[in-house]
Each structure stands twice: as C-alpha cells, then as structure tokens.
Nanobody, 128 residues
Framework: QVQLVESGGGSVQAGGSLRLSCSVS????????MGWFRQAPGRGREAVAA???????SYEDSVQGRFTISQDNAKHTVYLQMNSLKPEDTATYYC??????????????????????WGQGTQVTVSS
C-alpha cells in the first residue's frame, strides 16, 4: 500500500506563489508516474501536471509556464511550484501515484484513471 500526503496549500492573493509537496511512503522500483490533479467546487477532477520515472513532465494547458512539477527521489517527494496564481486556480489539489506502469504503456499521464493511489488533498485558495 502506498500512502501519499500533500502539504503546502494555503491562501494567497492573485499573482502569488505556493509550493505543494507530496510525500510518498514507498520507493518505487519500477517505471512509475506521479501526478497533480485539482478539483474545484461543482467541477470534476482535472489534471494539472505529471512526471514519470524518466523525469518526463507534462502540463495541462492552463498552467503551462506558471506551474512546475519536480521530484526528489532521495526524499520520496514530488513538488508542484505554482507561480502567477489566478483565482481560477482555487481548488483542492491532489497528488496521485502509479508505482508500476506497464512497459507497454505509451499514453499520457494527465488522466485520473492512470493512477492507483491518491492523497487526501490540500486546499489552495487564490483571492483577487
């Protein structure tokens, strides 16, 4: 069982920055991917960014150029640096992990169905 714990959420004004962290309880031995998703009230869960075991990164269009995903394998932590925050970024942000990607998988990582494990979420509120 893999446990994910998010931290770093909070309230900021538009234009501000936050860094989210996702602490992972296990060290992944196989090909893996990690993702950040978000869900605003009344809306479905949407992808934000993802990173894989080759350090390949992908971003949802609305955050490209403002958000950066990274990982520190020694600390078993994935980060989401969020700059130039906008009110529409307000949501609960979730970390997700798929620790054993099949070798044949060549699809994208910005789909919730890829991931087996999810954190509890951390709230981000951006005021105008």
């Amino acid at each position: 069982q893999v446990q994910l714990v998010e931290s770093g959420g909070g309230s900021v004004q538009a234009g501000g920055s936050l860094r989210l962290s996702c602490s992972v309880s296990a060290n992944f031995a196989s090909r893996y991917c990690m993702g950040w998703f978000r869900q605003a009230p009344g809306r479905g869960r949407e992808a934000v960014a993802a990173i894989d075991s080759d350090d390949w990164k992908s971003y949802e269009d609305s955050v490209q150029g403002r958000f950066t995903i990274s990982q520190d394998n020694a600390k078993h932590t994935v980060y989401l640096q969020m700059n130039s925050l906008k009110p529409e970024d307000t949501a609960t942000y979730y970390c997700a992990a798929e620790p054993d990607l099949p070798a044949w998988y060549s699809g994208g990582y910005l789909t919730p169905g890829v991931y087996k494990y999810w954190g509890q979420g951390t709230q981000v509120t951006v005021s105008s």
